[in-house]
């Protein structure tokens, strides 16, 4: 520090000479003067130390805040999102437990409604067989009694068709020979 400020007292007395146009009389460009390196030197350590101080005090500071801030974010978002995925998963995971137990549960009430219906086809196939049987039944009692009385009737017509040939041939026959000849004839 003390360096720069004995250079700037050492420059104050060559300030009206670079104003009037520098020694000698020429025209030279003030950066390559070498009369003049001294305070160009001392004006560049105390911009370099005033930059170098504001930004290592005021700025590196609050950029170091926002980019820590930044990485909180980050990390926080990263950890959110790794959590909503872990949800995500454990949401899957019931939900497809979920789907298992719905096939199963669908399963088992297809195979119960397979059941019943197949016990109630069951019963009806009886049902109908029980009326089929007795319809049989009775129609083979119809047909039985229809024989009977076709028999009966058989009887009847044999005898009078007996009768007429008998009179026919020229003969007078019976009741008893005619019954006889149809017992005969049956037998």
């Given at each position: 520090?003390?360096?720069v ?5 050492a ?14 009389g ?7 003067d ?30 170091g ?13 990263l ?11 454990e949401?899957?995971a019931?939900l497809?437990?979920s ?15 397979r059941?019943?219906?197949?016990k ?5 196939r009886v049902s ?11 129609a ?13 009737n ?6 009078e ?6 009179e026919q041939?020229?003969?007078?026959a ?10 005969a004839?049956?037998?």
């Amino acid at each position: 520090m003390r360096f720069v400020l004995v250079t700037l007292i050492a420059t104050l007395p060559a300030l009206p000479a670079l104003a009037a146009g520098g020694e000698g009389g020429g025209h030279r460009f003030p950066p390559f003067d070498s009369s003049t390196y001294a305070s160009q030197l001392f004006w560049l350590v105390l911009t370099f130390g005033t930059l170098y101080a504001l930004m290592s005090r005021v700025a590196l500071p609050r950029i170091g805040s926002v980019l820590e801030a930044r990485r909180e974010m980050i990390e926080g978002s990263l950890r959110a999102a790794s959590a909503a995925q872990k949800e995500a998963e454990e949401q899957a995971a019931a939900l497809e437990a979920s789907l298992t137990k719905a096939r199963a549960n669908a399963q088992a009430i297809a195979g119960e409604a397979r059941d019943k219906s197949a016990k109630e086809i069951e019963a009806q196939r009886v049902s109908v067989e029980k009326d089929l049987a007795g319809n049989l039944a009775a129609a083979e009692a119809r047909i039985a009694e229809t024989k009977a009385k076709a028999m009966g009737n058989v009887e009847g017509i044999a005898k009078e068709a007996v009768a007429a040939i008998v009179e026919q041939l020229g003969g007078k026959a019976t009741d008893a020979a005619v019954a006889k000849a149809i017992s005969a004839a049956q037998g």
